[in-house]
């Protein structure tokens, strides 16, 4: 399995972009990488997820090295409600395991 | 849809108790997971279903962990007997295949489990 690295926490300011960088250097070719977020006290939740190009949802961007072995959640525009802790996880094939790692704490000041 | 639901989503119980942890997932999802969450280990997956059929029970710790599923809308984790590094949040998802690479899960609201 793809191990992943993440910086422990970030901060950011309220209505300012964000940038949360994924190292997964050991990434499969077939691997799709996925974001998902925890907000305080529920489960995770999808964000986004990708391949090879970036992407773009309503929730945020992703952007993937042209060698794979890294990618960066983009939140153009931090609220209060996004701070979270991200996590990024590769996985192989439409039903492949999740294999989470201890992720990013976001941290949003007003 | 009423989400992914699990139950309880406290218990408290004292070492050497047996425990069951409940979990009803999205209607009409042929994939279940059960994770557990701790400070130390992160969120790892126990065991997954699909269609009612456990495929991968690698990350069960040990004997006294055991998960059934025994139809598509209802799933239980026992723990027997429970023992205090059992203290965790237990989270079940659930998933539908054929969204393509999509791979999006469905969590529920865990459970917080407390053994003394």
């Known amino acids: 399995d793809a191990k992943t690295t993440q910086p422990n926490s970030m901060e950011s300011n309220e209505e300012e972009p964000v940038h949360l960088p994924c190292n997964h250097s050991t990434i499969s070719g077939t691997d799709y990488i996925h974001w998902y977020r925890q907000l305080p006290s529920q489960g995770p939740e999808y964000v986004i997820h990708?391949?090879?190009s970036n992407v773009n949802n309503r929730m945020a961007s992703l952007a993937i090295a042209e060698d794979r072995k890294s990618s960066t959640l983009i939140l153009h525009r931090a609220t209060l409600r996004d701070a979270a802790v991200y996590y990024c996880?590769?996985?192989?094939?439409?039903?492949?395991?999740?294999?989470f790692g201890k992720g990013t704490k976001l941290s949003v000041k007003p | 849809d009423a989400g992914v639901i699990q139950s309880p989503r406290h218990e408290v119980t004292e070492m050497g108790q047996e425990v069951t942890l409940r979990c009803k997932p999205i209607s009409g999802h042929d994939y279940l997971f059960w994770y557990r969450q701790t400070m130390m280990r992160g969120l790892e997956l126990l065991i997954y279903f699909n269609n009612n059929v456990p495929i991968d029970d690698s990350g069960m710790p040990e004997d006294r962990f055991s998960a059934k599923m025994p139809n598509a809308s209802f799933s239980t984790l026992k723990i027997q007997p429970s023992e205090p590094r059992d203290s965790a949040v237990y989270f079940c998802?659930?998933?539908?295949?054929?969204?393509?690479?999509?791979?999006?899960?469905?969590f529920g609201p865990g459970t917080r489990l407390t053994v003394l």
């Open positions: 996880t590769p996985s192989g094939g439409s039903q492949g395991n999740l294999i």
């Open positions: 990708g391949l090879t």
């Open positions: 998802a659930s998933s539908l295949r054929g969204q393509g690479d999509r791979n999006e899960q469905f």
